[in-house]
């Protein structure tokens, strides 16, 4: 069974622009989680989706937003683009969500450079 | 609210040596708690959890860890290191069964030395 896979790995912008992650969840899974990971914040929950539906949300401002499809592929978009949003963005899939009954798969991430 | 430290941003052992990474954990609750392993340029590979249950719990690679609710600690220790072992390691906490996300520690780089 293949792995959570996110494109693109390496993604290069400038401060200002928009940009958009993609998750392709493990085959079966219907939730998809999201994280932030950097050297000085750590690794931080940005948001959750069920079945199309945000189920939970972190600590983020309005930049940061996601959806989901019907094939319980992700994405996640952030727009007017800081400094500050360099980072390891990470996803993770699990059967239905229950983080402490089901083991979240990690994908390899997307590594986000803001110029 | 629940949240997690780890002691020690770096530790450093040598190949055979006993591996030591330490947790401790806030809950208010009893915890759901985690171990992940991230090695450069990879996503995270879950190494064992807590849930109810034994107090012990056996992951992969020949780590375990145990919950000491006295001590609010879910030390990380493996009998042996050896050079694959080099990596990150997080501990992470969640409140329950069907939470929906989990808080992170701040990491421990291990550096493995032959």
């Known amino acids: 069974k293949a792995g959570v896979t996110q494109t693109p790995r390496y993604l290069i912008k400038t401060r200002g622009q928009q940009v958009t992650l993609s998750c392709s969840p493990i085959?079966?899974?219907?939730?998809v989680s999201w994280y932030q990971q950097t050297p000085g914040q750590g690794l931080q929950f940005l948001f959750e989706y069920f079945s199309e539906t945000q189920r939970n949300k972190g600590n983020f401002p309005g930049r940061f937003s996601g959806r989901q499809f019907s094939n319980s592929r992700s994405e996640m978009n952030v727009s007017t683009l800081e400094l500050g949003d360099s980072a390891l963005y990470l996803c993770?899939?699990?059967?239905?969500?229950?983080?402490?009954?089901?083991?979240?798969?990690f994908g390899p991430g997307t590594r986000l450079t803001v110029l | 609210a629940q949240s997690v430290t780890q002691l020690g941003s770096h530790v450093s052992v040598s190949e055979g040596a006993l591996v030591l990474l330490r947790c401790n954990y806030s809950s208010s609750v009893p915890p759901y708690l985690f171990w992940y392993v991230q090695y450069p340029n990879q996503g995270l590979q879950l190494l064992l959890k807590y849930t109810t249950g034994a107090t012990l719990v056996k992951g992969i690679n020949g780590f375990e860890a145990e919950f000491k609710k006295s001590e609010t600690s879910f030390h990380l220790t493996k009998p042996s290191a050896h050079m694959s072992d080099a990596a990150e390691y997080f501990c992470a906490v969640t409140l329950s069964g069907s939470a929906r996300q989990l808080t992170f520690g701040s990491g421990t780089q291990l550096t493995v030395l032959p």
């Open positions: 085959s079966g899974h219907r939730s």
């Open positions: 993770a899939s699990s059967q239905t969500g229950g983080v402490g009954n089901n083991e979240q798969f």
